[in-house]
Nanobody, 121 residues
Framework: VQLQAYGGGLVQTGNCLRLACAVSGLRITNYVIGWFRQIPGKEREFVAATRGNTKYRDSVKGRFTISRDSAKNMVFLQMNSLKPEDTADYYC??????????????????WGQGTLVTVSS
């Protein structure tokens, strides 16, 4: 199983980015795919997840949208109205957790490498 996250970059406050997670070795329709982010020196935190339905952390609701393309076996994170506090390494992950555990890092089995998002003020 491999998950590859890409699409990060340097943007100014208020701009947008679209992250992509390419998944191989499993069908995303059978798993919950989540996005997490981590600032160096801090714990990894949940951002969003989907298994058809969706879940978001409060601070990104209304700004971020998670979606999936089952035919391409990919999951996307559209990030609008970016803020400096969104700066982090973003990771995608796959797991089989129930909905109430989607925000829990240990509920995910497979992880990709991070893609860095930097939002300048």
């Amino acid at each position: 199983v491999q998950l590859q996250a890409y699409g990060g970059g340097l943007v100014q406050t208020g701009n947008c980015l679209r992250l992509a997670c390419a998944v191989s070795g499993l069908r995303i329709t059978n798993y919950v795919i989540g996005w997490f982010r981590q600032i160096p020196g801090k714990e990894r935190e949940f951002v969003a997840a989907t298994r058809g339905n969706t879940k978001y952390r409060d601070s990104v609701k209304g700004r971020f949208t998670i979606s999936r393309d089952s035919a391409k076996n990919m999951v996307f994170l559209q990030m609008n109205s970016l803020k400096p506090e969104d700066t982090a390494d973003y990771y995608c992950a796959a797991g089989t957790a129930i909905f109430s555990n989607w925000s829990v890092e240990r509920a995910y089995t497979y992880w990709g490498q991070g893609t860095l998002v930097t939002v300048s003020s």
